[in-house]
């Protein structure tokens, strides 16, 4: 009798181990051609061209609009600046002032001003939304 149940306890380790070398065996089949050939199998690289459109955004005439542009619009796209909702000349130059003390932007502590002026100017022009 246990002789019987030492040989039984045998046979799970043998079939796991059967089981895996027929796994094995039915993975290389999936890739033998793989592993055959000579040459690797690389896809082929294709190169390819993309045209994004490009819309050049109307900068408004107004006093100091040489400062804007040569200050600001080096980070930002003028549709966003001019985008922005109706705000006063305050916020404006809290605005430019966190550009330049927080994110490093170069302008000129004389400069902050005519850049406010020439927002507040602009927007004045184009009216309430």
Same mark, same amino acid.
């Given at each position: 009798?246990? %002789? ?5 306890? $045998?046979? =799970? ?6 089981? @895996? ?6 993975? &290389?089949? @999936?890739?033998?051609? &793989?592993?055959?050939?000579?040459? =690797?199998?690389? =896809? %082929? ?9 490009? %819309? #050049? /955004?109307?900068?408004?005439? @107004? ?19 001019? $985008?922005?909702?109706?705000?006063? #000349?305050?916020?404006?130059?809290? /605005?430019?002032? +966190?550009?330049?003390?927080? &994110?490093?932007?170069?302008? #000129? =502590? #004389?400069?902050?001003? +005519?850049?406010?002026? &020439?927002? /507040? ?9």
């Amino acid at each position: 009798m246990k %002789e019987r149940m030492r040989n039984a306890g $045998g046979f =799970p380790l043998v079939a796991t181990g059967a089981l @895996g070398i027929l796994s094995a065996w039915v993975s &290389y089949l @999936g890739v033998r051609d &793989y592993w055959d050939s000579s040459t =690797p199998n690389v =896809p %082929e690289i294709v190169a390819t061209n993309v045209l994004l459109p490009y %819309e #050049e /955004v109307h900068i408004p005439d @107004g006093p100091n609009r040489v400062v804007f542009q040569t200050s600001c619009v080096i980070c930002h796209s003028p549709r966003l600046i001019f $985008g922005q909702p109706t705000i006063s #000349e305050a916020k404006w130059l809290e /605005v430019v002032n +966190k550009m330049v003390a927080t &994110y490093g932007a170069p302008i #000129e =502590p #004389e400069d902050e001003r +005519k850049i406010v002026a &020439y927002l /507040v100017s602009v927007q004045a022009d184009r009216g309430d939304r």
